[in-house]
């Protein structure tokens, strides 16, 4: 899906898709920790999830704090606005 060009509304609907699954089986790894099909699945709906996150951070500024780039020596994290208040960088 990320080859498609998204606006703003469908990224972020994207993003909340593949954090849904990475959330989904991380609570299945808890349990079945040796499943190899489940590790492979966890690995590429995480390395999706992480693209999209780059991708709207890019475009829009970051959604989670462990993606968020520093521009500058100034911490604007808490700053700016959030993406349902219509928030860019």
Known sequence: MMNVPM???QLFSWINEVSFA???IILY???HPEDEEAMEYFNHYSEMRNKALK?????YGPLTIDTAAPACSKW???TQK???EGGAC
Do not use: A, C, G, R
């Not at 991708?55 to 475009?59: R, S, V």
């Open 55 to 59: 991708t709207y951070e890019e475009h």
């Open 29 to 31: 790894l808890d349990t």
């Open 22 to 24: 990475v959330n989904d």
């Open 82 to 84: 959030w993406p349902w």
């Open 7 to 9: 606006n703003q509304q």
């Open 76 to 78: 604007y994290w808490s």
